[in-house]
């Protein structure tokens, strides 16, 4: 009988920003070798110490558009 490999399964992560320390545990992830992971960042976030890190290396990262809304 022939086995064949299970496709990976894909895991999309989104994140508004992403932190240097929250990077390996998404990398840790990726490197499984039943998981494709993607993850979706947005804009950092202005005038303010919340910020995406800056190294993302060969990790698959889709920057997507961010809009801001005024509330109040």
């Not at 989104?14 to 499984?32: I, K």
């Not at 979706?40 to 961010?66: A, E, H, I, N, Q």
Request: one cysteine or more.
């Amino acid at each position: 009988m022939v086995s064949q490999a299970a496709a990976p399964f894909s895991l999309a992560i989104l994140q508004r920003v992403c932190t240097s320390y929250r990077l390996e545990l998404f990398r840790r992830l990726a490197a499984r070798p039943e998981l494709r992971v993607r993850l979706f960042l947005g804009d950092d976030l202005p005038d303010s110490k919340v910020r995406s890190t800056g190294d993302f290396g060969d990790f698959d990262v889709v920057k997507l558009p961010t809009s801001w809304f005024g509330v109040g």
